[in-house]
């Protein structure tokens, strides 16, 4: 049974909200990116926009199953998220720089870019979200 103040918020609709818009800036910043670096920084790139997009997924899904718990669930692990976003990108960026010898600089750009970026769109996703659902009207019991 499903709590009465749960948010009904899927996955999906966070992928929908922030893929685009970061696969539209990664796409945007290729040229840029492969006139300071050539090929490798594009790959150095792609790098870390898919290692943002991943923790942002694994971060965001955890916040989807907290709010089922409801909205203040939902926001404080949202929250606590974001700190989990701060150690795990640069230590992915960093795993990924030792283990196959791309741009750090590049990748510490693109690191940067994309978690502004999908923090910003996550921020705004949630705050959608909880306003959806806090200006539903209460069912009865």
Same mark, same amino acid.
Request: aromatic letters at 10%.
């Given at each position: 049974?499903?709590?009465?103040?749960?948010?009904?918020?899927?996955?999906?609709?966070?992928?929908?909200?922030?893929?685009?818009?970061?696969?539209?800036?990664?796409?945007?910043?290729?040229?840029?990116?492969?006139?300071?670096?050539?090929?490798?920084?594009?790959? $150095?790139?792609? %790098?870390?926009?898919?290692?943002? /997009?991943?923790? *942002? &997924?694994?971060?965001?899904?955890?916040?989807? =199953? @907290?709010?089922?718990?409801?909205?203040?669930? $939902?926001?404080? %692990?949202?929250?606590?998220?974001? /700190?989990?976003? *701060? &150690?795990?990108?640069?230590?992915?960026?960093? =795993? @990924?720089?030792?283990?196959?010898?791309?741009?750090?600089?590049?990748?510490?750009?693109?690191?940067?870019?994309?978690?502004?970026?999908?923090?910003?769109?996550?921020?705004?996703?949630?705050?959608?979200?909880?306003?959806?659902?806090?200006?539903?009207?209460?069912?009865?019991?």
């Amino acid at each position: 049974m499903e709590k009465p103040d749960a948010l009904n918020i899927q996955l999906s609709s966070l992928l929908a909200w922030v893929v685009p818009a970061m696969l539209g800036v990664a796409i945007f910043g290729v040229l840029p990116t492969w006139l300071v670096s050539d090929f490798s920084g594009v790959f $150095a790139e792609i %790098v870390a926009v898919v290692l943002v /997009l991943a923790v *942002m &997924i694994a971060t965001g899904s955890f916040s989807v =199953a @907290a709010a089922r718990a409801g909205a203040s669930s $939902a926001v404080t %692990v949202f929250m606590g998220c974001s /700190l989990l976003r *701060m &150690i795990f990108c640069p230590a992915l960026i960093a =795993a @990924a720089w030792w283990m196959t010898g791309l741009s750090l600089k590049i990748m510490g750009v693109w690191m940067v870019i994309a978690y502004i970026l999908c923090l910003t769109l996550e921020a705004v996703w949630i705050v959608k979200a909880l306003r959806k659902e806090i200006g539903k009207p209460k069912a009865e019991n």
